[in-house]
């Protein structure tokens, strides 16, 4: 699971030094394929169920799933980075929203909240905890800073597969017998989180997910490793200093 998630997260960081205004999402897409091959692995994400595209790249009010086309991204949009990628049979997924160019100090306020929500439930992701303690310090902070949590679609078990058990909502489902978190167990936290209400629907592609309102949207993703101490973050890259 290291080397699938240490490769997931250095394409993702390349990807998001690529992005500026102009360039189309498929052509980001593509340069995330060749990429991929760099590193000997395949895209986790084409093919599945029927997947078109090799990233989910989702711009402004499309929440997950977005597929690459001849859009141009403008200055001022925020495009949602999702990558799955499969290197010697496991699975490294991870996800970022990444301003092309600038933006809005509105949608600059929705990154930060959402980033700062996946740290704040990583932290909660220690033994003896259960997935309830992930999913209700996402949501409190996300809605104490006036946003909103996707109900739709949460986080997951990843491993062998792309979606495992358990299942890590960005909200409290209020059930009493929440998953135990254990050593070993590792599992892709993301919230999900739009800036007005949290309805969504999917668009007649069948895939791309938008928010019902219009209202932008933000994507932040780790595949995190339960550990018997703190957890480890398998998607982050370390900092290279020269």
Known sequence: MRPAGAIAGKVLDEMAAYVK???TTRQLDHFA??????YDAKSAF?????YPCHTCLSVNDEVVHGLASERELRFGDIVSIDIGVAYKGFIGDTAR???VGGCSLAAQRLLEVTEQSLYLGIAQAK????VVDVSVAVQQFVEQNGFSVVREFVGHGVGRSMHEE????NFDEGKKNSPKLKPGMTIAIEPMVNAGRPEVKILKDGWTVVTRDGSLSAHFEH????????????????????
């Open 127 to 130: 033994p003896g905890n259960r």
């Open 33 to 38: 394929a060749e990429r991929i091959k760099s």
């Open 97 to 99: 929203t990444v301003v």
């Open 223 to 242: 595949t995190v490793l339960v550990t018997d101490n703190e957890p480890e973050i398998l998607t982050w890259v370390k900092p290279r200093f020269e």
């Open 21 to 23: 205004p102009g360039l």
């Open 166 to 169: 358990p299942q890590v909502p």
């Open 46 to 50: 084409l093919g599945y169920h029927g």
